[in-house]
């Protein structure tokens, strides 16, 4: 009989240094000036909107005059930072936060978006850096990458082939920026980690339901450029048809998802105690609600500190949900995840004994 299996511990981190709204105004005027005409505004408007929009539209319309789309600051990794380092870094303190040590550790999932070395994904460099002698395997589904990493490795200690899995995911979107693109003005920084092992019955993950969003193929694209005269790298930009592909398709992700997870686990939306989702934008907590008929109060976002750290986002919302008290043992958790190019998906867990490491 397969073993439950869920969180042991959770732990999250984020670069340094802050960067505010005014650093774009004072670093771009001219561009800030003539925000309408710019990547953001073209990729977040209401115009020819439609019952497939609507929904979205009607969350996002009141941020519309702000050419930030609702953003306040954002984490973004220092010249001096590291990204493997901070990954490497929030790894070891979930291992610790779950009582065990690095030789506990039978297998490590990566979901590092962008990686820091072009080609490969993190993982092999971060098991050297951890001392980890065991597999270190990259997973790559963009945004979706945290639920894909969760169900995987729940899969494999469910089965009994691993005890102790470790996962990482991170978003260091501020390595594929051109700051003066105004796209990147809503991205941000930021690493979670947690050990999945063994839990005790009705405990753990108990439903995952996975869709594929290929549909929102034109939606981004990454380009080899140099922006600033040091160097080609992959740099993201908005696709031509990223309005559309987003707008039309969100609240069918959602629904589509969210409500045959809680099918599989033998639910209801009612039987839900807390909602958390992947708060890619300002408004993203409030349309997620509305699409489902549930009440604001039950979702949880860091937005407002964080901007979009794609992939993390799951973490860190999960760490922010706990640390606030709405996460606690036997309440029932929806977690729902959407990367463009990739898949959505949302998993229903019932919280157990998590060790949530408090550092920030």
């Known amino acids: 009989m397969p073993l439950a299996a869920g969180l042991r511990s959770l732990a999250v981190g984020a670069p340094g240094t802050v960067r505010t709204n005014e650093w774009f105004r004072e670093r771009y005027p001219e561009v800030y000036a003539e925000f309408e005409q710019k990547s953001l505004a073209q990729v977040f408007h209401t115009r020819d909107s439609n019952p497939d929009s609507a929904l979205f539209d009607a969350a996002m319309a009141s941020y519309l005059g702000d050419p930030f789309r609702g953003t306040r600051e954002r984490r973004v990794l220092g010249s001096d930072e590291s990204q493997l380092e901070l990954e490497r870094d929030v790894a070891a303190r979930a291992v610790r936060a779950a009582g065990l040590a690095i030789d506990d550790i039978d ?74 693109d105004t796209l990147t003005w809503f991205l941000g920084d930021g690493v979670g980690a947690f050990v999945v092992s063994a839990t005790e019955p009705g405990h753990g993950l108990l439903a995952v339901h996975a869709i594929s969003t290929a549909e929102t193929c034109s939606a981004f694209q990454y380009r080899i450029e140099d922006v600033d005269g040091s160097g080609h790298r992959p740099i993201l930009r908005s696709g031509t048809s990223s309005n559309r592909a987003l707008r039309d398709t969100s609240s069918r992700f959602v629904r589509d998802a969210c409500l045959e997870a809680v099918r599989k686990a033998g639910m209801e939306i009612g039987d839900v105690d807390v909602f958390i989702c992947n708060t890619p934008l300002a408004w993203y907590a409030d349309f997620f609600a509305q699409a489902l008929g549930v009440g604001r109060e039950r979702t949880i976002s860091t937005y407002d500190r964080y901007a979009n750290i794609g992939p993390a986002l799951m973490p860190v919302n999960m760490h922010a949900a706990a640390t606030k008290g709405l996460l606690a043992r036997g309440r029932v958790a929806l977690v729902f995840t959407v990367g463009t190019v990739s898949t959505a998906g949302a998993a229903v867990m019932r919280w157990g004994d998590v060790a949530v490491d408090p550092a920030t």
């Open 107 to 180: 297998l490590m999932l990566v979901a590092s978006f962008p990686s820091a070395k072009v080609g490969v994904g993190d993982a092999a460099y971060l098991a050297r850096d951890l001392e980890l002698g065991r597999p270190a395997w990259n997973v790559e589904s963009t945004c979706s990458g945290g639920l894909a990493c969760l169900q995987m490795a729940c899969s494999l200690v469910s089965t009994g082939q691993y005890r102790n899995v470790l996962v990482l995911v991170s978003c260091i979107y501020s390595r594929a920026c051109d700051w003066s």
